[in-house]
């Protein structure tokens, strides 16, 4: 319940938080990840994700649909990709949690919808590493000897895939920084090979491979561009492991863009030469594209590289697959919507090792599956992916929630949202309609965990509810989705408790609608402030009154910070004012918005210099007096004061 101690002329006065924000306190508590990543690993593991089989095997089977136009079509998908990377980074800046986009959609659109959203994306990193492994399988044939009958069948070529699987399941249980080191030795070696083979195959291209362009229209090419989308799903991966990531509200966006721009490009060089060495009987349909293109102008030497180089990209992807799917499950089971034995976190390991287990296990099941079907689902449910991205971002901006305080904005806001929305929204109607059925067929089971489990555990808030709130101006929620964002920025920015924020948490607040003068103000300020110190009003009303007139405490149009000293010991308090129509200081302050009242004994003489030295840092932010007007509780009020920018000791 919320303690109002009087209510008078206007005037709100409030002591506690509520229960509301005590119980979302413990809702939201739970294991949590230790932070080893750096930039370069935030780097690698999307690049490397990236950098597998949606260019060592795609290029083939996508050329036999789009022809040489096939090269627009990796570059198109790039581009497709930069609405949703930026509005990804900006949700990650501001939510740096494990899940990636299942958090943001929930915190957005609300439960059912994250449900949807964290089960469709785990599935597609699922079957996208389910991919690289068959990759994998492919190229083995290529290495191993002709002899070797049992490696070449397909159950041995099977097996190499299972123990692989394994092999990174084991090496994610161990640890996150484990697989990034790897991770970062594999991408490196992948980057050095393409550049390679780029520079050494651009001379042997042939115009005439080229042309026609588009031998099956332009709609085809539009078409391929979300058949080959899977190639960039490795932008997702980097959100699913943001809760483990060293200063990730700067890490992972510059990650996350340096990452798309530098295989975009590379992509599109390393498809430019494939289509220009090869022509279509060759290339059509072939699963090791880029080693047939090294062989024609390399010969035998460029085939080994360029297929040591694709084991290379399956196992960095194989390996990354495995770190972020297997966060999705154990997001969702510490938000309650699936078993909680998935959100256990190893003691030593510090990883969440069922979840692992499980995401591994489902990859074994669908590494069984027709492969053009496993890559036409999983883009699809990439593209929705990045759609509800878009859409989290225009959601959480237009509710106006004032905790959510991303490090990075998306430029361009709206358009470019909507924009690529629209674009992604024409590029999933020009799919086949049986990759449909089964993206609905994931859908449908998502919705059904949320209705027979998720929602009867979870009780949890959206932007989406708040946006209404809004709009129709009537009281939908109970701001609890404020409280988490608040104990989330404090986590991101690794802002340890100090007194100032104690006393803050204590403090009583005025919300004052009416115009008052500044004696009017005091007389107010000191009924309140006596009930918790013991002291007269009388008293703290003249010491007020008689410090005011030594100088005045206005520090500029709009704030003001009225202080005295008291007589005992260890005696401190703060009370904070907000005046909607403004108090009248004096002729030159008329509209004094914001007023921090502070009381201290003499002991407390350090500490009321060190508080009035925090005040002044809170305030010296260009936007604070914007917030502060526009908070729409005193507990947001309060938020203000807790998260503004100080230094603490």
């Given at each position: 319940?919320?303690?109002?101690?009087?209510?008078?002329?206007g005037?709100?006065?409030?002591?506690?938080?509520?229960?509301?924000?005590?119980?979302?306190?413990?809702?939201?508590?739970g294991?949590?990840?230790?932070?080893?990543?750096?930039?370069?690993?935030?780097?690698?593991?999307?690049?490397?994700?990236?950098?597998?089989?949606g260019?060592?095997?795609?290029?083939?089977?996508?050329?036999?649909?789009?022809?040489?136009?096939?090269?627009?079509?990796?570059?198109?998908?790039?581009?497709?990709?930069?609405?949703?990377?930026?509005?990804?980074?900006?949700l990650?800046?501001?939510?740096?949690?494990?899940?990636?986009?299942?958090?943001?959609?929930?915190?957005?659109?609300?439960?059912?919808?994250?449900?949807?959203?964290?089960?469709?994306?785990?599935f597609?990193?699922?079957?996208?590493?389910?991919?690289?492994?068959?990759?994998?399988?492919?190229?083995?044939?290529?290495?191993?000897?002709?002899?070797?009958?049992?490696?070449?069948s397909?159950?041995?070529?099977?097996?190499?895939?299972?123990?692989?699987?394994?092999f990174?399941?084991?090496?994610?249980?161990?640890?996150?920084?484990?697989?990034?080191?790897i991770?970062?030795?594999?991408?490196?070696?992948?980057?050095?090979?393409?550049?390679?083979?780029?520079?050494?195959?651009?001379?042997?291209?042939?115009i005439?491979?080229?042309?026609?362009?588009?031998?099956?229209g332009?709609?085809?090419?539009?078409?391929?561009?979300?058949?080959?989308?899977?190639?960039?799903?490795?932008?997702?991966?980097?959100?699913?492991?943001?809760?483990?990531?060293?200063?990730?509200?700067?890490?992972?966006?510059?990650?996350?863009?340096?990452?798309?721009?530098?295989?975009?490009?590379?992509?599109?060089?390393?498809?430019?030469?494939?289509?220009?060495?090869?022509?279509?009987?060759?290339?059509?349909?072939?699963?090791?594209?880029?080693?047939d293109?090294?062989?024609?102008?390399?010969?035998?030497?460029g085939?080994?590289?360029?297929?040591?180089?694709?084991?290379?990209?399956?196992?960095?992807?194989?390996?990354?697959?495995?770190?972020?799917?297997?966060?999705?499950?154990?997001?969702?089971?510490?938000?309650?919507?699936?078993?909680?034995?998935?959100?256990?976190?190893?003691?030593?390991?510090?990883?969440?090792?069922?979840?692992?287990?499980?995401?591994?296990?489902?990859?074994?099941?669908?590494?069984?599956?027709?492969?053009?079907?496993?890559?036409?689902?999983?883009?699809?449910?990439?593209?929705?992916?990045?759609?509800?991205s878009?859409?989290?971002?225009?959601?959480?901006?237009?509710?106006?929630?004032?905790n959510?305080?991303?490090?990075?904005?998306?430029?361009?806001?709206?358009?470019?949202?909507?924009?690529?929305?629209?674009?992604?929204?024409?590029?999933?109607?020009?799919?086949?309609?049986?990759?449909?059925?089964?993206?609905?067929?994931?859908?449908?089971?998502?919705?059904?965990?949320?209705?027979?489990?998720?929602?009867?555990?979870?009780?949890?808030?959206?932007?989406?509810?708040?946006?209404?709130?809004?709009?129709?101006?009537?009281?939908?929620?109970?701001?609890?989705?404020?409280?988490?964002?608040?104990?989330?920025?404090?986590?991101?920015?690794?802002?340890?408790?100090?007194?100032?924020?104690?006393?803050?948490?204590?403090?009583?607040?005025?919300?004052?609608?009416?115009q008052?003068?500044?004696?009017?103000?005091?007389?107010?300020?000191?009924?309140?402030?006596?009930?918790?110190?013991?002291?007269?009003?009388?008293?703290?009303?003249?010491?007020?009154?008689?410090?005011?007139?030594?100088?005045?405490?206005?520090?500029?149009?709009?704030?003001?910070?009225?202080?005295?000293?008291?007589?005992?010991?260890?005696?401190?308090?703060?009370?904070?004012?907000?005046?909607?129509?403004?108090?009248?200081?004096?002729?030159?302050?008329?509209?004094?918005?914001?007023?921090?009242?502070?009381?201290?004994?003499?002991?407390?003489?350090?500490?009321?210099l060190?508080?009035?030295?925090?005040?002044?840092?809170?305030?010296?932010?260009?936007?604070?007096?914007?917030?502060?007007?526009?908070?729409?509780?005193?507990?947001?009020?309060?938020?203000?004061?807790?998260?503004?920018?100080?230094?603490?000791?």
């Amino acid at each position: 319940m919320i303690l109002i101690s009087d209510f008078l002329a206007g005037k709100i006065i409030i002591k506690t938080i509520t229960f509301v924000e005590v119980r979302n306190k413990i809702l939201s508590s739970g294991p949590h990840l230790k932070r080893k990543l750096t930039l370069i690993d935030v780097f690698c593991i999307a690049s490397g994700a990236m950098i597998s089989s949606g260019i060592f095997i795609l290029p083939g089977m996508a050329h036999a649909q789009a022809g040489p136009g096939v090269i627009f079509s990796y570059l198109l998908a790039g581009v497709l990709a930069i609405p949703g990377m930026l509005s990804q980074a900006e949700l990650v800046s501001a939510m740096p949690k494990a899940g990636g986009t299942y958090f943001y959609v929930t915190r957005s659109m609300g439960s059912a919808m994250g449900t949807i959203d964290g089960v469709l994306t785990w599935f597609s990193l699922c079957l996208k590493t389910a991919f690289a492994l068959i990759g994998m399988a492919a190229f083995v044939k290529l290495i191993m000897p002709p002899a070797s009958f049992f490696m070449q069948s397909d159950l041995g070529l099977t097996l190499i895939a299972l123990l692989l699987c394994l092999f990174f399941i084991v090496l994610n249980f161990i640890g996150i920084k484990e697989a990034g080191r790897i991770q970062t030795f594999l991408v490196f070696w992948l980057f050095a090979i393409l550049t390679l083979y780029v520079f050494k195959g651009i001379p042997s291209v042939k115009i005439f491979h080229l042309d026609p362009f588009a031998p099956h229209g332009v709609d085809a090419i539009f078409y391929t561009a979300g058949y080959v989308f899977v190639a960039y799903g490795g932008l997702l991966k980097v959100a699913s492991i943001a809760e483990e990531v060293v200063q990730p509200a700067r890490t992972i966006p510059r990650g996350m863009i340096l990452s798309l721009c530098a295989v975009s490009i590379l992509y599109t060089l390393v498809v430019f030469v494939t289509c220009g060495v090869l022509g279509s009987s060759q290339l059509n349909h072939s699963l090791t594209p880029l080693s047939d293109g090294a062989a024609v102008f390399w010969g035998p030497p460029g085939r080994i590289l360029l297929s040591i180089g694709a084991l290379l990209a399956f196992i960095s992807t194989a390996n990354a697959g495995i770190m972020s799917a297997s966060r999705y499950p154990f997001a969702l089971s510490r938000d309650k919507l699936l078993p909680p034995f998935l959100k256990k976190v190893h003691k030593g390991f510090h990883t969440p090792y069922n979840a692992i287990l499980l995401t591994g296990g489902i990859i074994i099941l669908v590494l069984f599956l027709k492969l053009e079907i496993l890559i036409k689902v999983a883009s699809t449910v990439l593209i929705l992916t990045f759609i509800f991205s878009n859409l989290s971002v225009i959601i959480l901006r237009e509710s106006r929630i004032q905790n959510y305080q991303p490090r990075f904005f998306a430029p361009l806001y709206p358009w470019m949202q909507i924009i690529g929305t629209i674009m992604l929204a024409f590029i999933l109607f020009e799919m086949e309609g049986e990759v449909f059925l089964i993206a609905l067929s994931l859908m449908a089971c998502a919705v059904l965990v949320y209705m027979f489990y998720g929602r009867i555990r979870s009780n949890r808030q959206s932007a989406l509810l708040s946006l209404i709130e809004r709009i129709t101006a009537k009281e939908l929620v109970s701001h609890s989705l404020e409280t988490e964002l608040k104990e989330i920025i404090q986590e991101r920015d690794e802002i340890v408790k100090d007194r100032f924020d104690h006393i803050i948490e204590e403090s009583s607040i005025l919300d004052i609608k009416k115009q008052l003068t500044v004696l009017e103000l005091f007389k107010e300020v000191s009924e309140v402030l006596s009930q918790s110190l013991n002291i007269p009003s009388s008293v703290l009303y003249h010491l007020l009154l008689e410090r005011e007139k030594e100088s005045t405490t206005v520090i500029s149009q709009e704030i003001a910070i009225p202080h005295i000293v008291i007589e005992g010991t260890r005696n401190f308090s703060i009370l904070l004012v907000r005046s909607h129509r403004g108090v009248i200081f004096s002729p030159k302050a008329k509209k004094i918005q914001a007023i921090f009242v502070l009381v201290g004994s003499r002991d407390e003489r350090n500490f009321h210099l060190r508080a009035l030295t925090a005040i002044a840092q809170i305030v010296s932010d260009p936007h604070f007096m914007k917030k502060w007007l526009e908070a729409r509780s005193v507990s947001q009020l309060r938020d203000i004061v807790l998260l503004g920018k100080r230094k603490r000791k």
